[in-house]
């Protein structure tokens, strides 16, 4: 229902930064749980982050916990992924999505992408 277009891609190396901007058009952004999701080369694509509506609730998957943060403007309709400390592991197409509702955060659950962000994190 809600169309988004990720950016803020792009090359760095180990332990920089990057902050991805998913960016929703429609009314009726704030009421959606939005997630981030990202695919490496040659494996399953995988939940990083989602954010509740109003950004009250936050959940992270361990592999990125305490690195990166998601976070949400509403009046931009933009929901943001700050990354730290990135690690080669981190190199992955990104994508944003809104959740069927919280707690939906297994990516098998959806099934239309966009085009996502490349990361690629140097060693």
């Known amino acids: 229902q809600v169309q988004l277009v990720e950016s803020g891609g792009g090359l760095v190396q180990a332990g920089g930064s990057l902050r991805l901007s998913c960016a929703a058009s429609?009314?009726?952004?704030?009421?959606?749980?939005m997630a981030w999701f990202r695919q490496a080369p040659g494996k399953e694509r995988e939940f990083v982050a989602a954010i509740s509506p109003f950004g009250g609730r936050t959940y992270y998957a361990d592999s990125v916990k305490g690195r990166f943060t998601i976070s949400r403007d509403n009046a931009k309709n933009t929901v943001y992924l700050q990354m730290n400390s990135l690690k080669p592991e981190d190199t992955a197409v990104y994508y944003c999505?809104?959740?069927?509702?919280?707690?939906?955060?297994?990516?098998?659950?959806?099934?239309?992408w966009g085009q996502g962000t490349q990361v690629t994190v140097s060693s």
């Open positions: 999505h809104a959740l069927a509702r919280w707690g939906s955060f297994s990516s098998s659950e959806y099934d239309a």
């Open positions: 429609g009314r009726t952004f704030s009421t959606y749980n």
